[in-house]
């Protein structure tokens, strides 16, 4: 049943307070003020929980590229940033091509100065904006959909995680939402300025398409659909006007690559040559012999591995036709059209024109699906919740998930079918039978909060673990002890080789330079000059890189350098001066540094 603007609806029998509704509420006919709030209750769950995800497990830097990013951001803050290609012709640098990612972050510098929170800050926002959009789209006329996608799109482990790290992803993924509702809201008749909603449409994948070019994920869609109106002659405005627009804007950034690198395609031709730089590990040469693994079921085992399975059910839920009492939303349609596109795409599509090669299967890579697939899955809830009907066959599917993977993400899929056969056994259960009955608010504040709850869990453990990268600790070590004098050498792992200069926020004293612990023989002091080593035993110990990158021990390093003396300590962090084993200061004793006294605050 609906519920019409102005009308005050409640359950009098009950004793429910009747409210008055603005919008539609298409899914249950008494509502109550508890189950209107249910949408503000989640985002401010979601905001709240990234906000303190952000500040506490924070990493610093990760890898390469956000190091790249933040780099170029201090360039165009200073100038000093240019967009002509690669001298060297080697052409495998595509992240100097999305300016959305680095520039907002230029303008952060600007405002707040340059340190780890104001370039992450970023990422973070386009994060908590995508639960804002999903709480403006559907908050009055689906608001168990509304809160069921923004808990399960905002605290998905690795939307969270991504947040904290300066990647594209999650920008990408909130110019994708705000691209998708767009082309949503811009047909929805009637529409009085489709015009508008055309031309916004079109800014917004462009702007995406600054950002990182996987919005082509939609595009098989957005042809589709292309197709589908102008059959049936519906829309034509909108679609003029994005196509219009869209084209000005294509043909702009087609002409700025043909005047800095005399190719127009410039983008296009990095990103090929960046697949050929990269074949070794990608399914060009390097997996070759897993394609076939790849293409049926390693996509099923990474989806459901990495916590997505719940969001996959219910939206499987919310595509079963409806019965003859149901009528399933237009809407939930569009977003499990969108969804089984890009997901299509993400399965069988190829990063590259010239030769298949498929997309890798790494989390981060799947954040295009995430807003169709959530907003999906939310309709399938707010079914679930309506009506009851299918939950005995969406728990067992979900303890069988637990039971295979058998590992920490078992906890989420177990927990959420335990609950799917609770709401099953409603009837024998005394005294819940009322609060887990199909159509009450009860039911839909329970489904959520339980969701809420074991999504948490993952993110709240990573949360209280030890830091995996002494970032803080190694700042403040940083900024008390090492800034230039007196000058002299500092010796580091081979992971913080490529980033120390972040920590003097990109202007390293001319005094000091940084050389790897495999270097300490070839080291030549000047006069008056000291050497130091850091050691960061977090960094050593971090599984990631001792994979590939460190291939020493803390232990292995400090007995290269057995005359040393601490002379700060911050955690897991360690400074200590050393004496480089040369012919002429064999026998020289350790001089204390001044600047070096004391430990970290």
């Given at each position: 049943?609906?519920?019409?603007?102005?009308?005050?609806?409640?359950?009098?029998?009950?004793?429910?307070?009747?409210?008055?509704?603005?919008?539609?509420?298409?899914?249950?006919?008494?509502?109550?003020?508890?189950?209107?709030?249910?949408?503000?209750?989640?985002?401010?769950?979601?905001?709240?929980?990234?906000?303190?995800?952000?500040?506490?497990?924070?990493?610093?830097?990760?890898?390469?590229?956000?190091?790249?990013?933040?780099?170029?951001?201090?360039?165009?803050?200073?100038?000093?940033?240019?967009?002509?290609?690669?001298?060297?012709?080697?052409?495998?640098?595509?992240?100097?091509?999305?300016?959305?990612?680095?520039?907002?972050?230029?303008?952060?510098?600007?405002?707040?100065?340059?340190?780890?929170?104001?370039?992450?800050?970023?990422?973070?926002?386009?994060?908590?904006?995508?639960?804002?959009?999903?709480?403006?789209?559907?908050?009055?006329?689906?608001?168990?959909?509304?809160?069921?996608?923004?808990?399960?799109?905002?605290?998905?482990?690795?939307?969270?995680?991504?947040?904290?790290?300066?990647?594209?992803?999650?920008?990408?993924?909130?110019?994708?939402?705000?691209?998708?509702?767009?082309?949503?809201?811009?047909?929805?008749?009637?529409?009085?300025?489709?015009?508008?909603?055309?031309?916004?449409?079109?800014?917004?994948?462009?702007?995406?398409?600054?950002?990182?070019?996987?919005?082509?994920?939609?595009?098989?869609?957005?042809?589709?659909?292309?197709?589908?109106?102008?059959?049936?002659?519906?829309?034509?405005?909108?679609?003029f006007s994005a196509l219009l627009v869209g084209g000005a804007l294509l043909a702009g950034l087609l002409l700025f690559y043909?005047?800095?690198?005399?190719?127009?395609?410039?983008?296009?031709?990095?990103?090929?040559?960046?697949?050929?730089?990269?074949?070794?590990?990608?399914?060009?040469?390097?997996?070759?012999?897993?394609?076939?693994?790849?293409?049926?079921?390693?996509?099923?085992?990474?989806?459901?591995?990495?916590?997505?399975?719940?969001?996959?059910?219910?939206?499987?839920?919310?595509?079963?036709?409806?019965?003859?009492?149901?009528?399933?939303?237009?809407?939930?349609?569009?977003?499990?059209?969108?969804?089984?596109?890009?997901?299509?795409?993400?399965?069988?599509?190829?990063?590259?024109?010239?030769?298949?090669?498929?997309?890798?299967?790494?989390?981060?890579?799947?954040?295009?699906?995430?807003?169709?697939?959530?907003?999906?899955?939310?309709?399938?809830?707010?079914?679930?919740?309506?009506?009851?009907?299918?939950?005995?066959?969406?728990?067992?599917?979900?303890?069988?998930?637990?039971?295979?993977?058998?590992?920490?993400?078992?906890?989420?899929?177990?927990?959420?079918?335990?609950?799917?056969?609770?709401l099953t056994s409603r009837q024998q259960l005394r005294g819940f039978s009322r609060w887990l009955a199909p159509g009450s608010?009860?039911?839909?504040?329970?489904?959520?909060?339980?969701?809420?709850?074991?999504?948490?869990?993952?993110?709240?453990?990573?949360?209280?673990?030890?830091?995996?990268?002494?970032?803080?600790?190694?700042?403040?070590?940083?900024?008390?002890?090492?800034?230039?004098?007196?000058?002299?050498?500092?010796?580091?792992?081979?992971?913080?080789?490529?980033?120390?200069?972040?920590?003097?926020?990109?202007?390293?004293?001319?005094?000091?330079?940084?050389?790897?612990?495999?270097?300490?023989?070839?080291?030549?002091?000047?006069?008056?000059?000291?050497?130091?080593?850091?050691?960061?035993?977090?960094?050593?110990?971090?599984?990631?890189?001792?994979?590939?990158?460190?291939?020493?021990?803390?232990?292995?390093?400090?007995?290269?350098?057995?005359?040393?003396?601490?002379?700060?300590?911050?955690?897991?962090?360690?400074?200590?001066?050393?004496?480089?084993?040369?012919?002429?200061?064999?026998?020289?004793?350790?001089?204390?540094?001044?600047?070096?006294?004391?430990?970290?605050?």
């Amino acid at each position: 049943m609906t519920a019409k603007v102005g009308r005050r609806i409640g359950n009098r029998k009950s004793g429910l307070p009747t409210v008055q509704v603005s919008g539609e509420c298409g899914c249950f006919a008494g509502v109550n003020r508890s189950f209107l709030r249910l949408p503000h209750f989640a985002l401010l769950g979601v905001v709240l929980f990234t906000t303190v995800f952000f500040w506490l497990a924070h990493e610093g830097l990760y890898a390469l590229d956000d190091y790249y990013y933040a780099r170029y951001a201090h360039q165009l803050l200073t100038g000093a940033f240019r967009v002509e290609p690669d001298p060297l012709g080697l052409l495998h640098d595509p992240l100097k091509e999305r300016p959305l990612i680095f520039g907002p972050v230029a303008l952060l510098y600007r405002l707040f100065g340059i340190s780890i929170i104001t370039t992450t800050l970023w990422p973070l926002l386009a994060t908590l904006g995508c639960a804002g959009l999903l709480w403006a789209l559907y908050r009055r006329r689906h608001p168990v959909t509304a809160a069921g996608a923004m808990l399960l799109l905002g605290l998905h482990y690795f939307t969270l995680n991504l947040a904290t790290y300066l990647y594209p992803d999650n920008i990408l993924m909130f110019w994708c939402l705000a691209s998708a509702a767009a082309l949503l809201q811009g047909r929805r008749p009637p529409q009085t300025r489709p015009a508008a909603w055309g031309a916004g449409f079109a800014v917004l994948n462009f702007a995406a398409l600054l950002s990182k070019e996987t919005i082509a994920y939609y595009l098989p869609f957005y042809l589709l659909l292309l197709g589908r109106d102008v059959w049936r002659r519906q829309h034509l405005r909108f679609w003029f006007s994005a196509l219009l627009v869209g084209g000005a804007l294509l043909a702009g950034l087609l002409l700025f690559y043909q005047h800095y690198t005399h190719d127009a395609l410039y983008r296009l031709h990095l990103i090929e040559n960046t697949n050929a730089f990269l074949s070794e590990g990608n399914y060009l040469s390097g997996n070759r012999a897993s394609l076939v693994a790849r293409l049926t079921w390693q996509p099923v085992a990474f989806l459901v591995g990495s916590g997505l399975g719940v969001a996959f059910l219910l939206a499987a839920w919310a595509a079963v036709p409806a019965s003859s009492t149901e009528q399933g939303p237009n809407d939930a349609r569009y977003w499990l059209a969108l969804g089984g596109c890009t997901l299509a795409f993400y399965w069988w599509g190829s990063t590259s024109l010239a030769h298949y090669n498929p997309i890798s299967l790494l989390p981060r890579m799947t954040t295009p699906l995430l807003p169709p697939l959530c907003l999906a899955a939310g309709f399938g809830l707010e079914r679930l919740v309506r009506s009851g009907r299918g939950a005995g066959l969406l728990g067992g599917l979900l303890l069988g998930s637990a039971a295979w993977l058998h590992n920490g993400v078992s906890l989420l899929y177990g927990g959420m079918g335990l609950f799917c056969l609770l709401l099953t056994s409603r009837q024998q259960l005394r005294g819940f039978s009322r609060w887990l009955a199909p159509g009450s608010a009860s039911l839909a504040v329970g489904a959520t909060a339980v969701l809420g709850a074991l999504l948490v869990v993952r993110p709240a453990y990573i949360m209280l673990k030890p830091t995996n990268s002494a970032h803080f600790a190694q700042q403040r070590l940083i900024q008390h002890h090492l800034q230039g004098k007196p000058g002299g050498v500092v010796l580091v792992d081979d992971y913080l080789i490529g980033n120390y200069d972040f920590f003097y926020d990109f202007r390293v004293p001319t005094t000091l330079s940084y050389r790897r612990y495999w270097a300490r023989d070839s080291v030549q002091l000047g006069p008056g000059q000291h050497a130091w080593l850091l050691l960061n035993r977090s960094i050593l110990s971090n599984d990631e890189l001792t994979r590939k990158l460190i291939r020493y021990s803390p232990d292995s390093v400090l007995s290269w350098f057995p005359r040393r003396r601490l002379l700060a300590q911050d955690g897991t962090v360690e400074l200590y001066q050393v004496s480089l084993s040369t012919p002429a200061q064999e026998n020289r004793p350790l001089e204390p540094a001044q600047h070096a006294q004391g430990s970290a605050q």
